[in-house]
């Protein structure tokens, strides 16, 4: 039984390029949410998606974007990349449907961007 | 705005003690406290978690407890072992209308557990 995924593993950028993560959630879960992880604090929410709707967003400048797909898979996309931006990025999958959304959220094992 | 406060940040205990990590929440329509625990290098992992209408949940060596008066909720562990040794999170969720995926996280308590 596969957990949540997220691809690539690491990735490192030039300042002012963007960058597409992408992450599959865990099988018959509707729900994607991303959150961004700098080194020694705890994850910071960007966005969260369900049935293909954004229905969050976190304090992050437009720069940042995502969606999702018909299969639930989703991708986090960011442009114009700042240094600031270097951060774990995290997916987590929850079901989705018959409860909130922000119940059990699952993790990804997240995607290391480092920015230079 | 929101916010979940978490003490301590580092905490040391002997093999076979307790462990006690609290948090407190700003936002009082926050209904679900989940936590996680994070090894070095390693994704978050839901170890337990409390809905708003339950004040104490066990499972084996861990328990949360939640006061809803008090806005505080605490994670317990009894019986440390060396492989408890972990950065832990607590965290919040906004309940109601409010329907998204956010979770509000504390700043982290890193455990260690001296054998």
């Known amino acids: 039984d596969a957990g949540v995924t997220q691809s690539p593993t690491h990735l490192i950028k030039t300042r002012g390029q963007h960058v597409t993560l992408r992450c599959s959630p865990i099988?018959?879960?509707?729900?994607v949410s991303w959150y961004q992880q700098v080194l020694g604090q705890g994850p910071q929410f960007i966005f969260q998606?369900?049935?293909?709707?954004?229905?969050g967003r976190g304090n992050f400048p437009d720069r940042f974007s995502a969606r999702q797909f018909p299969n639930y898979s989703s991708e986090l996309n960011v442009n114009a990349l700042l240094l600031g931006d270097s951060a774990l990025y995290l997916c987590?999958?929850?079901?989705?449907?018959?409860?909130?959304?922000?119940?059990?959220?699952?993790f990804g094992p997240g995607t290391r961007l480092t920015v230079t | 705005g929101e916010n979940v406060e978490q003490h301590p940040s580092t905490l040391s205990v002997q093999e076979g003690d307790s462990a006690v990590i609290k948090c407190t929440y700003s936002?009082?329509?926050?209904?679900?406290f989940p936590w996680y625990k994070q090894e070095l290098g390693k994704r978050p992992q839901l170890i337990i978690d409390?809905?708003?209408?339950?004040g104490e949940k066990k499972d084996q060596r861990i328990a949360v407890t939640l006061n809803k008066t008090a806005k505080h909720f605490s994670l317990h562990i009894t019986e440390t072992q060396p492989e408890d040794s972990a950065v832990y999170f607590c965290?919040?969720?906004?309940?109601?209308?409010?329907?998204?995926?956010?979770?509000?996280f504390g700043q982290g308590t890193t455990l260690q557990v001296k054998p």
């Open positions: 987590a999958s929850s079901p989705g449907h018959l409860r909130p959304l922000h119940y059990e959220q699952y």
């Open positions: 099988s018959g879960h509707k729900s």
């Open positions: 998606y369900y049935e293909k709707e954004e229905r």
């Open positions: 936002d009082s329509a926050s209904n679900y």
């Open positions: 409390i809905r708003s209408n339950v």
């Open positions: 965290a919040a969720a906004q309940g109601g209308s409010s329907n998204t995926g956010k979770l509000i």
